[in-house]
């Protein structure tokens, strides 16, 4: 079986499963995860239905919170979700404080496409006001922890399916004076820049600060035809692995180093068993604690929340290696 990297350590179980949560639940993960006036918060995704019967009705966000960034406390109901004629759901949240403000980043299903969402989590954490919405498809975005020159900062994920014949789906970066009007858009990185990739490749967590650049995480998709059906989904056969690199403090448009090796993928009983869609694996909190821990959150075959950690130098020496 294909191994994550050596350098990242998994629990022993996932951080967060259906088991865990207190309202109607079939797949909870997905999370985004942020350090907030000595708490962690999470925000995850729940996809609801009936497990057993391979049933799902809906999404909802629930919240969670915790002293050590392993064990969870839920909240006992969903706090973010959004279902009018026009949006069925909004899902796959990112966390990222900005001046000691909650900010969120969201995908949102419309009848008109896919879009991107950017809120501000409200301070008794009762919900979101939504600050931004992309025009579709674009998605999968994640907000830098401060201005740079500036102004605040995105990765992003547009879909440009209409031009370039099937999903060839590259990293974005983009620049905002106010986190409503968003320009500047400029490429990052091409999916054929990331070797474990053929399909599409987006934001994963929000941006890490470290010495010596910006260390992101992505998500890399590789079309598995042929693999035949994967999971309890009715079709599914792509390959989700996250992947790590690094970003210039300045220029963050500017690549210093991407690891040619995926960093995490599905290698554990726990990330795959009942799995939705197996062998999908998709980052959405990265915590850089004092000591140069570092923890990584990600959904696991869209079924489970999961976590591991590594050293922060350990994951730098990855990107500049190649
Ligand atoms: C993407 C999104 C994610 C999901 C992933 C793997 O397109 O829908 O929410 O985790 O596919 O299924």
Known sequence: ???????????????????????????????????????????FRNDYGDFD???????????????????????????FAVKTEEISRVYDTRLTVIDNEVYVCFACDTRHGLRGGVGKLREDF????????????????ALFPEKINGNYVMLERPMP???????????WICESPDLLFWGKHKLVMGVEDVPFADDKIGPAAPPVKTDKGWLITFHAVELAPG????????????????????????????????????????????????????????????????NGEVKIYY????????????????????????
Not at 126 to 141: A, C, E, F, K
Not at 308 to 314: E, L, P, R, Y
């Open 161 to 171: 399916v209409y031009s370039r014949g099937k999903d060839r789906f590259d990293m």
């Open 1 to 43: 079986m294909e191994k994550s990297s050596s350098v990242i350590k998994k629990l022993d179980k996932p951080v967060l499963s259906r088991h865990d949560i207190p309202y109607q639940t079939a797949l909870v993960f997905n999370a985004g995860v942020c350090k907030y006036k000595g708490k962690y918060v999470m925000t």
């Open 53 to 79: 019967a391979h049933r799902l009705d809906g999404t909802n966000n629930g919240l969670a919170f915790s002293d050590d960034g392993v064990n969870w406390e839920i909240s006992p109901d969903p706090f």
């Open 227 to 290: 693999r035949g059906k994967h999971g309890w989904e009715k079709k599914w056969e792509k390959t989700y692995r996250a992947g790590i690199a690094l970003l210039d403090l300045e220029d963050p448009s500017k690549v210093l180093g991407i690891s040619k090796d995926p960093l995490i993928v599905c290698d554990r009983d726990y990330e795959l068993e009942d799995g939705f869609r197996k062998d999908a694996i998709f980052p959405g909190g990265m915590i850089l604690e004092d």
């Open 126 to 141: 009762s919900g979101v006001d939504i600050i931004s919405l992309s025009t579709p498809d674009n998605r999968n975005m």
């Open 299 to 322: 959904g696991a075959s869209d079924t489970v929340e999961c976590m591991c950690t590594a050293n922060v130098n350990d994951l730098i020496d990855l990107c500049l290696k190649g």
